[in-house]
């Protein structure tokens, strides 16, 4: 079946640092994926989406690289800030494309 | 970006009783729409597949006679969760896909806190 997993339950590191997430997954080969941020309490909000042919994506401070060989998505937050601290989501559409499974989030702390 | 917003917040209710829970894309027209449970530290898991104008599709091991699901309209779903009990107390959110826009991406709902007592 197919399985997505991100490595980190959570990750804390030290404000201007930069913060990589791992997300990876068996079992299927997804057409895109993408990336969501929840904070505690609200619905996710999508941040990045990266297509399979594609190597690497940006935005603003956030960089989203795809390597469909080893089946793993990172996820990079650079000049992190106390308010990047929140929980960050992979997420993939399954083999029809009709809805996305979402990975089990690491939970990202930066501390001042 | 796409909004979707979720009616109520938040609900508290005793053991037996049922409540309902409204999703709305306020600027564009979802004809699929998704529900969603949340358990505390857990991630987002799929409960069902709302589809306009017929019946939802319900994950394995979700009791569709217990989560019933309506999607009348372009922009309006609900979930009516019936006989509520304190298993159910979660953190329910929907989301509706936008077909329109460039990256095929869902946009959810606030989301609702249901407390069964």
């Known amino acids: 079946s197919q399985k997505i997993e991100q490595n980190s339950e959570a990750l804390n590191i030290q404000e201007g640092k930069t913060a990589t997430l791992t997300c990876n997954y068996t079992?299927?080969?997804?057409?895109?994926l993408q990336w969501y941020r929840q904070d505690p309490g609200r619905g996710p909000v999508f941040l990045l989406l990266?297509?399979?042919?594609?190597k690497e994506k940006r935005k603003e401070r956030l960089k989203v690289t795809f390597d469909t060989t080893l089946k793993q998505s990172l996820f990079h937050i650079t000049a992190s800030q106390p308010a990047d601290s929140a929980t960050y989501l992979c997420?993939?559409?399954?083999?029809?494309?009709?809805?996305?499974?979402f990975g089990s989030g690491t939970r990202l702390s930066i501390r001042p | 970006g796409a909004v979707v917003s979720q009616h109520p917040s938040w609900v508290i209710c005793k053991s037996g009783t049922s409540v309902k829970i409204e999703c709305r894309s306020l600027d564009f027209q979802a004809t699929t729409m998704f529900w969603y449970r949340q358990f505390p530290k857990q991630s987002l898991m799929l409960m069902a597949t709302s589809n306009e104008g017929s019946k939802a599709t319900y994950e394995q091991g979700v009791e569709k006679d217990k989560f019933l699901i309506n999607h009348a309209s372009l922009t309006l779903s609900t979930l009516t969760v019936t006989s509520a009990h304190p298993e159910d107390s979660s953190f329910y959110i929907c989301?509706?896909?936008?077909?329109?826009?460039?990256?095929?991406?869902?946009?959810f709902g606030p989301g609702t806190r249901l407390t069964v007592l």
């Open positions: 990266i297509r399979e042919n594609e």
């Open positions: 079992n299927y080969s997804p057409a895109y």
């Open positions: 989301s509706a896909r936008d077909f329109g826009g460039q990256y095929n991406e869902q946009f």
């Open positions: 997420a993939l559409p399954t083999s029809s494309a009709s809805k996305i499974i």
